[in-house]
């Protein structure tokens, strides 16, 4: 979560699937957490710009751990998931937005292989 502090995400909302499956269908799953990311400042723009646009908030990143122990994490592509709405100015906000996630994404990866 430090990785989305840099870039000014917050996580708001947070599933465990893990936990969620057992629960509800007694079903054994591996470790696979949804995170619900945000970045205050840019969703306050994004909703300038199209009121719609809270349909698609926020920025969902996956956790995930395979049995070998290796650990995935992989986040919404927002520009395409903005394509269901037909706003230019909704594109570029979205194009922030994926730029700052691959960052994220970038200082996970690094620090991993370190």
């Known amino acids: 979560m430090t990785a989305l502090k840099t870039e000014g995400f917050g996580v708001i909302s947070r599933i465990d699937i893990q936990q969620t499956l ?3 269908i007694d ?3 591996r470790p696979y957490t949804i995170l619900g990311a945000c970045n205050p ?4 723009e994004a909703l300038q710009v199209e009121d719609k646009v809270g ?3 926020p920025c ?6 395979y049995g070998s122990g290796e650990v995935e994490v992989a986040a919404i592509d927002p520009v395409a ?5 037909d706003n230019p100015e ?6 922030v937005v994926r730029d700052k996630l691959s ?7 690094q620090g991993a292989s370190e």
């Open 22 to 24: 057992k629960s509800k």
């Open 27 to 29: 079903v054994d799953f």
């Open 41 to 44: 400042g840019l969703a306050h």
């Open 55 to 57: 349909l698609m908030l």
């Open 60 to 65: 969902n990143v996956i956790v995930q751990q």
């Open 81 to 85: 998931s903005m394509q269901a709405i």
């Open 90 to 95: 909704l594109t570029k906000a979205a194009q």
């Open 103 to 109: 960052r994220v994404i970038e200082l996970l990866r």
